[in-house]
């Protein structure tokens, strides 16, 4: 019989980084890094030491309307959190991960309390004028940086879903800009529409 995982403590990267002396700790996450329209997004979010949100995980193990359900909650019981989206047009001039780094600099620049230490998901890192780590599958790992991911997510999905009364052909409520079939269906039929990244259609139409 197969046992069941052990929860993850999420609290526990956190612990050691305050056992160093680091006060007020943020997690950081983005939202749309791979798709083929729309912004990326990122969050910034210090949660309450210790406090535990029944139901916090990475945003890809909820289900929609799980993160739907926990994107007020973490934004009512955040000590701080701040949003922010830089659009297709930025990706296509600077790239997807200067625009990335750039939408997460931003949502920290937007909380009302200065962080210490700021843990972003993944393995790669920008200056945020403080101490910063990069914590690999963080959004599994840590409180701060799931419940970002939460918010970032919610956040371009129901841009993604206004999206789609603005463009209907393209089905962006369904897929949120990935690559589906019906979505490359759609750019062969349609051609681009203004909010889709040229510099990731490239390949698609067969330019250098």
């Known amino acids: 019989m197969k046992k069941d995982k052990e929860p993850v403590d999420l609290w526990e990267l956190q612990r050691e980084y305050a056992g160093k002396g680091f ?3 943020c997690g950081v996450d983005e939202a749309g890094r791979g798709p083929l329209a729309g912004p ?4 910034a979010v210090i949660l309450p030491d210790g406090y535990e949100i029944p139901g916090l995980n990475d945003s890809k193990q909820l289900t929609d309307k799980k993160r739907r359900e926990l994107f007020p909650v973490i934004k009512e019981q955040a000590i701080a959190y701040g949003i922010a989206m830089v659009d297709e047009g930025v990706i296509d001039r600077d790239n997807i991960l200067n625009a990335t780094f750039q939408a997460m600099r931003e949502a920290v620049s937007q909380l009302s309390v200065k962080p210490d230490l700021v843990l972003v998901d993944g393995n790669r890192l920008t200056d945020f004028g403080c101490a910063a780590e990069a914590v690999v599958k963080g959004d599994a790992r840590v409180a701060s940086i799931a419940a970002a991911s939460i918010l970032a997510k919610v956040t371009r999905d129901e841009y993604m879903e206004q999206m789609d009364a603005l463009y209907p052909a393209y089905g962006f409520a369904v897929h949120k800009g990935y690559g589906t079939k019906r979505h490359y269906a759609a750019i062969r039929e349609h051609g681009m529409c ?4 040229r510099t990731f259609l490239k390949k698609f139409y067969g330019e250098k």
């Open 23 to 25: 006060q007020v700790i």
């Open 40 to 43: 990326v997004c990122a969050a």
């Open 194 to 197: 203004p909010i889709h990244r």
